[in-house]
């Protein structure tokens, strides 16, 4: 048995030299070669176990080098968190291990992955993951799907080596990884990639803005700017500057970089570019296909590549989408500062860092708001600070799933605007809020079946959000109080 596996190895990597040599493939040889290979990877025995180092961008964790296939644990988180934007704005972000993008998974061909997906008791929606390195129904989606407070476990052989884009699947899915929902998964091949002096992980992602580029304060989600595709910000690793100044990765003049570069989309499709550098080896779309003296490599939503170069001289290299309003109005410019002894043979012109600075903010028109950042800290609020205040934890909380203006997704969230159900009865709202809801109901004469988390809120906090969506949308305009709550969690 041992024989026949290493000496079908040993055929199938002939076929492959012999392909990469003549390059020019024969259909069935090639179609020959792959189901060979992954018979080979499928058959690989893997001895012991061990933990995944998982690395947030730009980082990467260590290669894997020579080591045997083993079971490898990986322990993922999911965080939904406010973070930044570009300066002055914020975002509810729903992160893999707390990062955009999510966290670097790195394993090598043969390896047991035995995947556990947490999803934080503070969240608000279930969520899965669909790996695209998996083999299965799904990419594991259908089987992590997971509730807060809940993990759920699965495992796959990795039979495929190649660059993988990793993310969540759970519905309304362009919604989720528009909220920053994905990552990347590298499967290594046999004896790992060869090596280099340095590596970084970056992923482009589009993102999709109540207010416009720039506009201050915290900014939800726009579901029909991410349907038209219309989109504010386009940004390497979550945010406006996560790759500039004193955030740029660097190198030194004379060594090796490999960029595993990703995007998540949702949407858009990635130009990707390094001004003043030409790849010396591109993996097409993450694959085992290499081309050679590329100077931009396209990455498909959902796709991934790795580029190589040698940097040869110093200076600030500027990273692109070569799509180039998205570059200096959108944010997807990120900096690779080389260190380093100048050589005028191969560039001697006139120096100027910081020539591509960001046009971003600056050129923006910021819409002033008259009530940023204005806290009311009273508890007896006046109906319309309760609304204001409601408005904003609606945004942090319910607007997800029930849309900026109430009217809720079909077939998956029930509307609150004009909601029937939701007039004819505040304690029964009241009840859906503290404590969750599943099983059918109907509302404006649709069927919903479907499950609302329980909200991690105060009872002066669900009698605010409430009072905000009754008093909006034309729906009866109840004035919901904290004792009213109370009483509902009570039980009278
Ligand atoms: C994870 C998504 C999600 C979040 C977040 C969420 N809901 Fe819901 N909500 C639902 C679903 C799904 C239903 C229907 C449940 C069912 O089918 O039994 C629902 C039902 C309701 C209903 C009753 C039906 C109706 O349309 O009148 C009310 C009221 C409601 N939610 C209010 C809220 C409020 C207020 C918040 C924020 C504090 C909120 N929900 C947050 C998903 C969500
Ligand atoms: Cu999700």
Known sequence: MKRLISSLKITSLAIVTALTIASCGNETKE????????VNAAAIVVSGTIDAELTSPPNVPKPVGNRPAKKLIVNMEILEQEGTMTDGTTYIY?????????????????????????????????HNIDLHAVTGPGGGATSSFVAPGHEKTFSFKCLNPGLYVYHCATAPVGMHI???????????????????????????????????????G???????????????????????????????????????????VGNGGPNLVSSFHVIGEIFDKVHVEGGSLINENVQTTLIPAGGAAIVEFKVDVPGTFIIVDHSIFRAFNKGALGMLKVKGENHVNLYSGVKQEGIYNPEGGTL???????????????????????????????????????????????????????SDYLNADVNRAIGIVLNGKTGEITVNGEKYNSVMTKQTLTDVEIADVLTYVYNSWDNNKTNVTTSQVQQVKNGH
């Open 31 to 38: 179609s020959a070669t792959n189901k060979k290979a992954s």
């Open 94 to 126: 729903w992160t893999f291990g707390g990062s955009v993008p999510g966290s670097f998974i790195r394993t090598r061909v043969g390896d047991e992955v035995e995947f556990t997906l947490s999803n934080h008791p503070d969240n608000k929606l279930p």
């Open 178 to 216: 528009a909220n920053g929902m994905y990552g990347l998964i590298l499967v290594e091949p046999e004896g790992g990639l060869p090596k280099v002096d340095k590596e970084y992980y970056l992923m482009q992602g589009d993102f999709y803005t109540k207010g416009a580029n720039g506009a201050p």
């Open 218 to 260: 915290l900014q939800a989600f726009d579901m029909k700017k991410a349907v038209a595709e219309n989109a504010d910000y386009v940004v390497f690793n979550g945010k406006v500057g996560s790759l500039t100044g004193d955030n740029a990765i660097t190198a030194n003049v004379g060594e090796t970089v490999r960029l595993y």
């Open 364 to 418: 923006q028109e910021m819409p002033d708001d008259p009530n940023a950042k204005k806290v009311v800290v009273n508890s007896n609020k006046t109906l319309e600070e309760k609304i204001k205040s409601g408005k904003d934890l609606y945004t942090k909380t319910c607007f997800a799933c029930h849309q900026a203006n109430g009217e809720g997704i079909a077939n998956a969230f029930p509307p609150l605007a004009k």
